[in-house]
């Protein structure tokens, strides 16, 4: 108790204190008791106890292909950006990766060799080597155990004569045993085995596996995977994973999944779009969209073929099926190019920006502000929808569209928590939740009873910048994990790298039934949140 005290902030007391004179004021319910419960495993293999192989599923970018290796149902190759790849041979997939949210010690794989002797595949990384027991379904790695009874399997260097062996990875030297290959669709194959794509950027093939079926498996340095048939000479090339970006948005369209974010200041960012049917991943990159001015994406939504893209230069929308882009800024009546969240509420697309709201009629692209005067230079942060009212967080508090007629109302709350700077809004049937730098408080509107949790304020720090709720639960995006209410039994639970999670900065939570995807800063992440056999 002593070390809590010396570590809380001038910030932190202030809260506090705030707090006591708004219970002591009545009006709100407030929850103390409830802190903020975490998980810590020892190692992988208690970590597997908890949580089942498959619970936490990631993906990020996975173009620094390094190596390839066969084994008896998939063809794995490892990357220094996104673990372990693995395509499934005979249903002829792609599965998810290997990644440190399945037990990978790191996502920098500089060697992945599967040992047919043994069945064990093994995973080399620069600060640990890992095997999978694939009977225990788990990642053993050198670094956790005392005892290490795993013999490295002997590689011999690979045939320099003029027959490939099968199964056998060869690097960039050996290229010339191979005859000159064509490139299918918009890529080309250059004579010193570069690959060139439609916009002239050149890949270096640095290697090759023939698998039995004659199949030629080539790997494109920052690019990704080609495959060929030898008898044919002909090729095709897939990139993999997301594009150099901090993903801060997801959406479905089907089931398609549309990923947005901001730049890494690197090579290759864009709009992702990945598709269900074949696995592919498909790039829109705005340096060659005359009608994609920013692809820097703050939020995502979908309205049958078209997809709205909330953008830092304003709002762009994408028809899927004419393949057309169009875009709204300042010329068109947006308050500010700088957008921070869109949604859809019937006919209209509400636009919040750092200087206002618009509204966009989506059939016929009219853009109108509104004019409220307590609406107008304030910076709107996030939009919630509950059945035809709209909720809408800023950083002059809440407020909220009501039909039947339209109007906008302020809503003070009468929680025990500031409410004038409001990071985040989620709702579901009655209940309306709000993230504040505080905590979290949240209103039934049927009851009009609020309640409060202000710890929440005090133990995590940095801003939480999402909310979604369903019936059992409350999920948040926050700077230091992925934060967890649970209605029934009325505590909370923070995720964190240390579950599965790919990174503790998180931007967005999208629901999917048992599921839910978070996107952080270093990819996104799947977690089966309501696995039946496992209690949280």
């Known amino acids: 108790m002593t070390d809590w005290f010396k570590t809380r902030s001038i910030l932190d007391w202030f809260r506090l204190l705030l707090v006591f004179a708004l219970v002591l004021a009545g009006g709100t319910d407030v929850l103390f008791s409830q802190y903020v419960r975490r998980f810590s495993f020892r190692n992988e293999h208690e970590r597997r106890l908890h949580y089942a192989l498959d619970d936490w599923v990631s993906f990020t970018k996975a173009r620094r292909i390094t190596s390839v290796t066969m084994g008896t149902q998939y063809i794995y190759f490892s990357s220094l950006d996104g673990g372990i790849l693995r395509y499934h041979l005979y249903e002829e997939h792609w599965d998810y990766p290997?990644?440190?949210?399945?037990?990978?010690?790191?996502?920098?794989?500089?060697?992945?060799?599967?040992?047919?002797?043994?069945?064990?595949?093994?995973?080399?990384?620069?600060?640990?080597?890992?095997?999978?027991?694939?009977?225990?379904?788990?990642?053993?790695?050198?670094?956790?155990?005392?005892?290490w009874p795993y013999r490295f399997p002997r590689i011999s260097a690979p045939d320099t004569g003029k027959q490939i062996q099968v199964n056998r990875f060869y690097d960039a030297r050996f290229l010339k045993l191979l005859p000159m290959f064509f490139a299918n669709g918009p890529y080309t194959i250059t004579g010193d085995w570069m690959l060139v794509d439609p916009f002239f950027r050149e890949f270096p093939i640095i290697g090759f596996l023939k698998d039995e079926w004659d199949r030629i498996w080539f790997l494109v340095d920052k690019f990704g995977i080609g495959l060929g048939q030898l008898y044919s000479a002909r090729a095709d090339f897939f990139a993999l994973g997301l594009s150099?970006?901090?993903?801060?948005?997801?959406?479905?369209?089907?089931?398609?999944?549309?990923?947005?974010?901001?730049?890494?200041?690197?090579?290759?960012?864009?709009?992702v779009h990945w598709r269900n049917h074949d696995g592919g991943w498909e790039y829109f990159e705005a340096r060659w969209i005359s009608q994609l001015p920013s692809d820097e994406v703050t939020a995502i939504q979908v309205d049958g073929d078209s997809v709205w893209f909330g953008t830092r230069y304003g709002v762009s929308v994408y028809d899927t099926y004419r393949d057309r882009w169009f875009n709204f800024n300042l010329v068109h009546g947006l308050w500010s190019n700088q957008v921070n969240d869109i949604l859809l509420l019937g006919d209209e697309l509400f636009v919040a920006t750092d200087q206002g709201i618009n509204?966009?009629?989506?059939?016929?692209?009219?853009?109108?502000?509104?004019?409220?005067?307590?609406?107008?230079?304030?910076s709107i942060n996030r939009f919630a929808r509950q059945n035809d009212?709209?909720?809408?967080?800023?950083?002059?508090?809440?407020?909220?569209?009501?039909?039947?007629?339209?109007?906008?109302?302020?809503?003070?709350?009468?929680?025990?928590l500031s409410d004038v700077y409001i990071t985040a809004v989620g709702s579901f049937g009655s209940e309306v939740w709000f993230s504040t730098p505080s905590g979290i408080m949240w209103l039934d509107v049927r009851t009009g009873r609020w309640e409060s949790f202000p710890q929440i304020g005090m133990e995590i720090k940095g801003r939480m910048r999402d909310?979604?709720?369903?019936?059992?639960?409350?999920?948040?995006?926050?700077?230091?994990?992925?934060?967890?209410?649970?209605?029934?039994?009325?505590?909370?639970?923070?995720?964190?790298?240390?579950?599965?999670?790919?990174?503790?900065?998180?931007?967005?939570?999208?629901?999917?039934?048992?599921?839910?995807?978070?996107?952080?800063?270093?990819?996104?992440?799947?977690?089966?949140?309501?696995?039946?056999?496992?209690?949280?």
């Open 359 to 378: 509204a966009i009629d989506t059939r016929t692209g009219l853009v109108k502000r509104v004019t409220d005067k307590r609406l107008r230079n304030i």
């Open 467 to 536: 909310i979604k709720v369903n019936q059992q639960s409350v999920w948040v995006a926050t700077e230091e994990g992925l934060l967890k209410y649970d209605k029934k039994r009325r505590y909370w639970r923070l995720y964190t790298t240390n579950d599965g999670l790919l990174d503790n900065y998180c931007h967005f939570v999208l629901l999917d039934g048992d599921y839910l995807w978070v996107a952080t800063n270093s990819g996104i992440t799947q977690f089966y949140w309501n696995n039946p056999a496992r209690i949280d």
């Open 98 to 147: 290997f990644t440190t949210s399945n037990g990978l010690p790191e996502n920098e794989v500089y060697n992945v060799i599967y040992d047919p002797e043994t069945s064990l595949l093994w995973a080399i990384t620069r600060r640990d080597t890992a095997v999978f027991d694939a009977a225990r379904q788990e990642w053993i790695s050198r670094s956790q155990v005392g005892y």
């Open 244 to 271: 150099d970006i901090y993903p801060q948005a997801l959406a479905f369209q089907g089931d398609d999944l549309w990923i947005g974010g901001l730049w890494q200041r690197m090579d290759r960012p864009g709009i």
């Open 389 to 416: 009212t709209l909720w809408v967080a800023t950083n002059r508090g809440i407020f909220r569209r009501v039909p039947n007629p339209p109007r906008w109302e302020f809503v003070p709350s009468q929680a025990a």
